[in-house]
């Protein structure tokens, strides 16, 4: 049962402290009073050091889309590795991945690799403004996209520094972020047409880009309100400003990623977490006129980009074969699944009696302890007794051997079937019956 002083889990904790500041290395695994540590997975299922099994509904927040150790990209990360792990040349198989996706999406037209989520909202940032000529940027109140500062303007803020609905405060995430930073970014309201499309027009002449995510956990994992794509598709280009979609989490929606669900083309997206089956991947794709920043044409190119492990071997070849292996029919049966998951998460909270629902789209969910409708950040936006209750609801699934995040988020893998939702399902309502005792 966590927590437990004597398990191998706290001693490991307390020995990292030692070396680590805080601990760890990634705020999102922290828990108090200690983090699991784990010794390996198989499909859905993972196990700590003290031998507990746990069937995985986090999967690495979101990364893994078939689980853990699938035998085909195992297997084609074990023969890269006898090859070798990096090189100072490019190889094949960065080609091969990039054609696999941009065979996919109409509007990936030229593709960069680079290593993570962050990495890659923070290079379409940048070759929105080197293809502008604009430093500022919009992007939507509370929404997340990674550790850069621009990135992070307006991230985790609550009713005492949001300000004005109808224009959200510019507000930073980490201490000592440059008020520079802040100044650059517009703060728009989620699925506010009328506001958002205001902001944007009083500030066009500075934006270089607005970043959105389609289905943002922070922003409560609801999609978008009809028209609110459109609008923002046709006040940009009116502008001359690039629509940037963060598609590290939504490209999970399908085989073309939410701008294919949605029917709504951007000038670049940022990828990450499923294209790199389980290692370090991140990727900036577009339309040619757009990337044409990261051309030399002889020399200096307009946006230089750099990295010393960009596309490197084993990366690309985990990630060909883990997106080879979702084609349209794996998508729509993982799909269906998280649909299904859903529906009976949403009857947990009935047969417990308790207040809640349930959001999210295609293999993803959120689970919420309110009935406000979930139309913005600020209604999405978990109250503390709300979230002193979802981390004690967590605690509770875990001790009957699952595991999702302390907010509430999941996600699907293809290694998944009805048994592994039933038990979820079920787990949860005696999780809301336990916490709403005290027990």
Not at 150 to 170: C, F, M, N, R, T
Request: proline share 5%; hydrophobic share 40%; glycine share 10%.
């Amino acid at each position: 049962m966590y927590p437990d002083p004597q398990s191998r889990s706290a001693k490991l904790y307390a020995r990292a402290r030692e070396v680590v500041a805080d601990g760890v290395s990634r705020t999102t695994i922290a828990m108090h009073p200690y983090p699991l540590y784990v010794t390996g997975g198989d499909g859905a299922r993972i196990r700590d050091v003290d031998g507990n099994e746990l069937i995985d509904f986090n999967n690495n927040y979101t990364s893994l889309i078939h689980g853990h150790a699938r035998p085909e990209i195992t297997e084609a990360v074990s023969a890269q590795l006898q090859h070798g792990a990096a090189f100072s040349f490019g190889t094949e198989a960065e080609i091969e991945l990039a054609e696999l996706l941009c065979a996919r999406v109409p509007g990936f037209e030229r593709i960069r690799f680079c290593n993570s989520g962050t990495e890659a909202v923070m290079n379409a940032i940048k070759a929105a403004r080197a293809h502008t000529g604009r430093a500022k940027i919009a992007k939507c109140e509370g929404a997340y996209h990674g550790s850069y500062d621009y990135a992070e303007i307006s991230l985790g803020v609550g009713p005492d520094h949001w300000g004005d609905a109808a224009q959200p405060a510019a507000v930073a995430y980490s201490k000592g972020t440059p008020q520079r930073a802040m100044d650059d970014v517009v703060v728009i309201p989620f699925n506010d047409i009328v506001a958002s499309q205001r902001l944007i027009e009083e500030n066009a002449d500075q934006l270089a880009c607005v970043l959105f995510d389609p289905v943002s956990s922070q922003v409560g994992m609801v999609g978008p309100a009809p028209g609110y794509l459109e609008m923002l598709r046709d006040v940009t280009r009116r502008h001359g400003i690039l629509l940037v979609f963060d598609e590290v989490i939504a490209f999970r929606l399908g085989h073309g990623g939410a701008q294919q669900a949605y029917g709504v083309s951007p000038d670049i997206t940022a990828l990450g977490k499923i294209i790199g089956g389980g290692f370090p991947v991140g990727a900036v794709a577009g339309t040619a006129e757009a990337m044409a920043v990261f051309e030399r044409n002889g020399g200096k190119a307009a946006l230089p980009h750099g990295g010393t492990f960009n596309a490197n071997p084993v990366t690309m070849v985990a990630g060909r074969a883990a997106m080879a292996l979702m084609d349209e029919t794996a998508f729509a049966d993982l799909n269906a699944l998280g649909e299904r998951l859903r529906s009976q998460l949403r009857e947990a909270f009935v047969l417990a009696n308790e207040e809640g629902q349930v959001s999210g789209e295609g293999s993803l969910f959120k689970m919420h302890l309110h009935s406000r409708p979930l139309t913005g950040y600020r209604e999405a936006w978990a109250r503390p007794a709300e979230q002193a209750r979802m981390a004690a609801i967590q605690r509770q699934l875990m001790n009957a051997g699952l595991f999702v995040s302390p907010t509430g988020l999941g996600c699907l893998s293809t290694a998944m079937s009805g048994a592994e939702l039933d038990r979820l399902s079920e787990a949860l309502v005696e999780a809301l019956r336990a916490t709403r005792e005290g027990t």
